[in-house]
RNA sequence: GGAGAGUUGGCAGAGUGGUCGAAUGCGGUAGUCUUGAAAACUAUUGUGCAGCAAUGUACCGGGGGUUCGAAUCCCUCACUCUCCGCCA
C-alpha cells in the first residue's frame, strides 16, 4: 500500500511512473484519492472542532452537576443535543471517506525503481547474467519427471491418490535429496547471518493482509474455513508479519531471518505443459531469505541478498541466469525484483527458482512495521525477501543437468548431507 | 468438546460513569555524582490523524449501543489463560 503522504506530494510522479513502467493507468484512482484525502481533512478539521467544543460542554456540565446547579446543568445538556447530532454525521462521513481512500489504496501497485526496465512481456526482462549452456544443449537429456519414474524419486501418481495433481510424493533418494537441500540452503543461511526461524503453516486473516495476500489474491490460498485460516503460500507471510505493528530500534536493523516451511498455491488457472512434473505444485518446499532495513540500506541490501541466492546456486553447480523484471512482470507489492532461474536441460527452459524483491515501505505500511531512527523519529521500515531457494525446480535442473547413462552424480556440496554421491 | 477467568502504555499492574491518555513499580533515555562502572538521586519517556506551530482530536482487544459525558454500564465478535476431557 502506497502512503498517502507520498500522493499527495508526488502524485503526477506516480501516476507517470506506474504507467511508463508498469503500463498501468492508475490516474483515476490516484486523482480520486487525492480529492477524497482532501475531503478527509476537510471533515477532520470540522470534526476536531464540534468535539472539542462538545468535550468543553460535557465537563462543564460536570461541574455544575457537581456543583448542585442541576438546572444549569440541564441547560447546558440542552445544547448538547444538535453538536451531537453534527458529530455523528461527520464521523459517518469521515469514516466512508477513510475507507473509500483505503480501498482505492489496496488497487495501487508499488511504484516502480527508476531502474526497473519498462515492458508488458516475458522478453522485456533485462537478463544480466546467463551460464554458458553451449555444453549442455547438444546431449540427448530426460526431463526430471522421467528420471524420477526411472530412479524411484518422485511418484507423482501416488499424490493424486492421496490428494490430487500437484501433491507429488518423493520416496528414498528422492526424499533425501529434497532434505539434503534444505537443510544445505538453511545452513548457509545461518552462515551469512540470517536467524533461523521454524514458523506456522496457517495464518490468520490479518497476516494475510499485512504481506498484500488479501485482498487481491484471495483465490490463490488455500483457505480453512472452519477456523478461518489460511495455508502459508510462502514463509514471507509468517516471518513479516511477526513484525506487523512493531517499532524496532535502528540498532535492531537489518533484521535477516531464514526459515524453511511448505508453500501451498491453489494456482487456479494453471494447466498443461507448466505444471508437468515438478514445475508447478500446490505443495512445495522452499527456504525464504527475509531482512527488514533502514531504507538508505535497502538496494544495497538488495543486492547482497541476489549474490547470496547466486552463490547458492553456483554451489550447486547449476547453469542458472539472472533477470531483472520489467514492469509488467514486477509484482504488485514490489518496487524492485530480480530473478534467478536455473537451467533445465531436459525441457530445454529456464525454471524460476528465485524472486528477490524489495518491496520498499509498500509492505510495512500495511504492516505499521516502522523503527526509530538515531533521531528517535518513527520511520517506516524497508521489507525485502527472497526465494533462497525453491525445492522443487531445483531438484528438477539439478537431476537434469547431472544425469548420465546410469545415474545421477550428487553435487559435492550436498554430498555430506545425503550421505551417498551418486542415484 | 465442556466449565470458568481474563484482554489497560515496552513489561508488570491500579483504575467500575466526569480534568483518566490513564496511578504505581520495572524497564528505556538524558543528566548529577564517579577515574570508569554499579548504586543512588533528578528529569524525561505510548501511538495515529490534522496543523508551520501553539494546540486540537482519536485510541484502554475489534465492532456496535446507552449517556451531556465511557477504560469504567449494555450487546456482540475475536483472542488469551485456567480446570476437566481427548491426544502427537
Not at 303 to 327: A, S
Request: net charge negative.
Amino acid at each position: 500500500m502506497l502512503q498517502i503522504q507520498k500522493i499527495r506530494s508526488d502524485k503526477d510522479f506516480i501516476i507517470k511512473k506506474i504507467l511508463e513502467i508498469r503500463n498501468i493507468n492508475v490516474a483515476d484512482q490516484i486523482n480520486q484519492i487525492y480529492d477524497l484525502d482532501l475531503q478527509k481533512r476537510e471533515t477532520q478539521k470540522s470534526l476536531d472542532e464540534f468535539s472539542s467544543q462538545m468535550n468543553v460542554l460535557s465537563s462543564q456540565i460536570g461541574t455544575e452537576f457537581k456543583a448542585g446547579n442541576i438546572d444549569k446543568a440541564n441547560d447546558l445538556k440542552k445544547q448538547t443535543t444538535t453538536l451531537k447530532d453534527k458529530i455523528k454525521l461527520l464521523k459517518s462521513s469521515f469514516m466512508d471517506l477513510d475507507n473509500s481512500i483505503i480501498d482505492l489504496l489496496y488497487q495501487i501497485p508499488n511504484i516502480p525503481n527508476e531502474i526497473v526496465p519498462p515492458g508488458k512481456l516475458e522478453s522485456d526482462n533485462e537478463v544480466i547474467f546467463s551460464s554458458d549452456l553451449s555444453q549442455i544443449k547438444n546431449k540427448e537429456l530426460l526431463p526430471h519427471w522421467e528420471l524420477c519414474e526411472k530412479y524411484d524419486l518422485i511418484d507423482f501418481e501416488l499424490g493424486v491418490k492421496i490428494s490430487g495433481a500437484g501433491f507429488p510424493v518423493y520416496k528414498g533418494k528422492g526424499a533425501i535429496l529434497q532434505r539434503a537441500l534444505i537443510q544445505f540452503f538453511l545452513n548457509q543461511g545461518n552462515l551469512d547471518g540470517y536467524q533461523e526461524l521454524s514458523v506456522p503453516h496457517l495464518v490468520n486473516e490479518s497476516s494475510g493482509y499485512g504481506t498484500g495476500q488479501l485482498p487481491d489474491k484471495e483465490g490463490q490460498m488455500y483457505h480453512v474455513s472452519v477456523d478461518d485460516l489460511y495455508l502459508i503460500p510462502t514463509a514471507e507471510v509468517p516471518i513479516t508479519n511477526i513484525y506487523r505493528d512493531v517499532i524496532l530500534d535502528y540498532k535492531d536493523l537489518p533484521v535477516k531471518h531464514v526459515g524453511y516451511t511448505p508453500c501451498f498455491r491453489r494456482e487456479a488457472g494453471s494447466y498443461g505443459k507448466e505444471v508437468r512434473g515438478l514445475n508447478r505444485l500446490h505443495q512445495f518446499d522452499k527456504v525464504e531469505i527475509v531482512q527488514i532495513t533502514n531504507p538508505n540500506e535497502s538496494y544495497n541490501t538488495l543486492d547482497k541478498m541476489v549474490n547470496y541466492i547466486e552463490g547458492l546456486i553456483k554451489k550447486l553447480e547449476l547453469p542458472y541466469r539472472k533477470l531483472k523484471l520489467c514492469g509488467g512482470d514486477l509484482g504488485f507489492t514490489s518496487a524492485l525484483t530480480y530473478d534467478l532461474e536455473t537451467y533445465s536441460s531436459g525441457q530445454d527452459k529456464w525454471l524460476e527458482v528465485s524472486s528477490v524483491s524489495n518491496f520498499e515501505t509498500f509492505q510495512s505500511t500495511r504492516l505499521k512495521l516502522r523503527f526509530r531512527n538515531q533521531d528517535r523519529e518513527i520511520e517506516l521500515a524497508h521489507t525485502l525477501n527472497g526465494s533462497a531457494l525453491a525445492l522443487p525446480r531445483i531438484m528438477a535442473s539439478l537431476l537434469e543437468i547431472n544425469q548420465y547413462q546410469d545415474g545421477i552424480k550428487i553435487p559435492k556440496v550436498l554430498r555430506p548431507y545425503t550421505g551417498f554421491d551418486s542415484i
